[in-house]
């Protein structure tokens, strides 16, 4: 969204919340969140309440959005710089709200993205490309594989297209190897590098093609370019947060797999969207 139709949405809480509206219900069309009657009214205190089941409730319970108490300006506000790629702290001067407040908003929309990008997509197809990456701080010793301290990731790169990315374990054949089966249609052309752990791909009905990286980095069509610039996106995006604690790594590797995926889209629009949608089961 471009600032402009930004600053008109933000001018008022009634306008912002308006906006929000269209995503929340469709054609406008509130319903009970417990019995889907649309049979449902507003109270003097902004709740809705079901004529059938009399359930009451806010126009955001159930919702991503719901589990934080501020406006739907800060929400927008933060949104916007969430889009713009500014850290937790940053977020929090601009938009002069508690650290730990925006910390949970933030939190939170890394969360609906997880959520929302779950079984979105069906196997890839088309060539692939496979490598691991290894996150964590600079330390003295071995690095890349084998190297301690570190998290593993795995990524699956379609050409032309997206990205999925997943923490792993360990980097076992069997790790490697169910995932793969997980993402990745069986025929299709895979290229990886010459780690063993990409051994048991041809037997599992994959055209496996390998690149040596001791010798080239590229052969024609074989190579894994492409994935390896998602690794240097990733990190390079990763260093503004001056570190991210294990628990959390998952969620901030998936918010880099979003935007590299998302990166030609309107990215507000699709946040915004996702912290509309229902958590799960809204009760």
Same mark, same amino acid.
Not at 3 to 9: C, G, P, V
């Given at each position: 969204? %471009?600032?402009?139709?930004?600053?008109?949405? !933000?001018?008022?809480?009634? =306008?912002?919340?308006?906006? /929000?509206?269209?995503?929340?219900?469709?054609?406008?069309?509130?319903?009970?969140?417990?019995?889907?009657?649309?049979? !449902?009214?507003?109270?003097?205190?902004?709740?809705?309440?079901?004529?059938?089941?009399?359930?009451?409730?806010?126009?955001?319970?159930?919702?991503?959005?719901?589990?934080?108490?501020? @406006?739907?300006?800060?929400?927008?506000?933060? =949104?916007?710089?969430?889009?713009?790629?500014?850290?937790?702290?940053?977020?929090?001067?601009?938009?002069?709200? @508690?650290?730990?407040?925006?910390?949970?908003?933030?939190?939170?929309?890394?969360?609906?993205?997880?959520? *929302?990008?779950?079984?979105?997509?069906?196997?890839?197809?088309?060539?692939?490309?496979?490598?691991?990456?290894?996150?964590?701080?600079?330390?003295?010793?071995?690095?890349?594989?084998?190297?301690?301290?570190?998290?593993?990731?795995?990524?699956? /790169?379609?050409?032309?297209?997206? !990205?999925?990315?997943?923490?792993?374990?360990?980097?076992?054949?069997?790790?490697?190897?169910?995932?793969?089966?997980?993402?990745?249609?069986?025929?299709?052309?895979?290229?990886? %590098?010459?780690?063993?752990?990409? %051994?048991?791909?041809?037997?599992?009905?994959?055209?496996?093609?390998?690149?040596?990286?001791?010798?080239?980095? @590229?052969?024609?069509?074989?190579?894994?370019?492409? /994935?390896?610039?998602?690794?240097?996106?990733?990190?390079?995006?990763?260093?503004?947060?001056?570190?991210? @604690?294990?628990?959390?790594?998952?969620?901030?590797?998936?918010?880099? *797999?979003?935007?590299?995926?998302?990166?030609?889209?309107? =990215?507000?629009?699709?946040?915004?969207?996702?912290?509309?949608?229902? !958590?799960?089961?809204?009760?």
């Amino acid at each position: 969204m %471009d600032i402009k139709s930004f600053h008109l949405i !933000v001018r008022k809480e009634n =306008i912002a919340r308006r906006f /929000l509206a269209k995503r929340l219900w469709k054609n406008y069309r509130r319903f009970c969140i417990r019995c889907k009657s649309y049979k !449902v009214y507003r109270l003097s205190d902004g709740r809705f309440r079901c004529k059938r089941c009399g359930y009451t409730y806010f126009e955001w319970t159930g919702r991503w959005l719901g589990k934080l108490k501020i @406006s739907a300006i800060d929400w927008f506000w933060i =949104i916007k710089l969430f889009e713009l790629e500014l850290s937790t702290r940053k977020i929090a001067k601009q938009v002069s709200i @508690s650290y730990p407040t925006v910390l949970k908003a933030v939190d939170l929309i890394r969360r609906s993205i997880v959520t *929302e990008s779950k079984g979105d997509r069906d196997l890839i197809e088309g060539e692939v490309e496979m490598d691991e990456a290894y996150f964590g701080g600079k330390r003295k010793g071995k690095r890349g594989r084998g190297a301690g301290h570190k998290i593993p990731v795995f990524g699956i /790169l379609e050409r032309q297209g997206i !990205v999925p990315v997943e923490v792993l374990p360990n980097v076992s054949a069997q790790s490697l190897l169910n995932l793969t089966v997980k993402k990745v249609r069986r025929g299709n052309i895979v290229y990886t %590098d010459k780690f063993r752990g990409y %051994d048991a791909l041809m037997f599992c009905g994959y055209r496996h093609l390998r690149i040596d990286h001791e010798k080239v980095f @590229s052969s024609g069509k074989v190579y894994i370019n492409g /994935l390896e610039g998602f690794w240097s996106y990733a990190k390079e995006r990763l260093i503004k947060h001056h570190g991210v @604690s294990i628990q959390k790594f998952p969620l901030y590797l998936k918010e880099m *797999e979003f935007r590299y995926n998302h990166r030609n889209q309107n =990215i507000f629009e699709i946040l915004t969207q996702n912290l509309c949608n229902f !958590v799960s089961d809204p009760l």
